[in-house]
Nanobody
Framework: VQLQASGGGLVQAGKSLKLGCTAS????????MSWYRQAPGKERQPVAH??????TTYEDFVKGRFTISTNGVKNWYLQMNDLKPEDTAVYYC??????????????????WGQGTQVTVSS
């Protein structure tokens, strides 16, 4: 399974960006799709998640500004509005994947995309 993230860039504070992630390869389904971020000198942190049933969760620092969505089984997005300089980070997409049906070890495996840089200038 490979994840390809896209959509990063340089924007001014208050502007918007939309990140996308596409999963490819052979698998049965995706249990959860997520976005994480890692700022320079800091640990990677979760940003938002969307489960296979559509349930979404957000970290407090993005609530009301970011929206995670999916348009099917292999694509998900992060709409980021009202960006702030502190949102500057490398953003990674993540998927928890079911590779095969009926095989316990293959029911929930984690995969990461390569990361896309988001830089917000003040």
């Amino acid at each position: 399974v490979q994840l390809q993230a896209s959509g990063g860039g340089l924007v001014q504070a208050g502007k918007s960006l939309k990140l996308g992630c596409t999963a490819s390869g052979s698998f049965t389904s995706i249990n959860a799709m997520s976005w994480y971020r890692q700022a320079p000198g800091k640990e990677r942190q979760p940003v938002a998640h969307i489960m296979s049933d559509g349930h979404t969760t957000y970290e407090d620092f993005v609530k009301g500004r970011f929206t995670i969505s999916t348009n099917g089984v292999k694509n998900w997005y992060l709409q980021m509005n009202d960006l702030k300089p502190e949102d500057t980070a490398v953003y990674y997409c993540h998927a928890n994947v079911k590779l095969f049906e009926g095989v316990e070890w293959a029911s929930a495996l984690d995969y990461w995309g390569q990361g896309t840089q988001v830089t917000v200038s003040s």
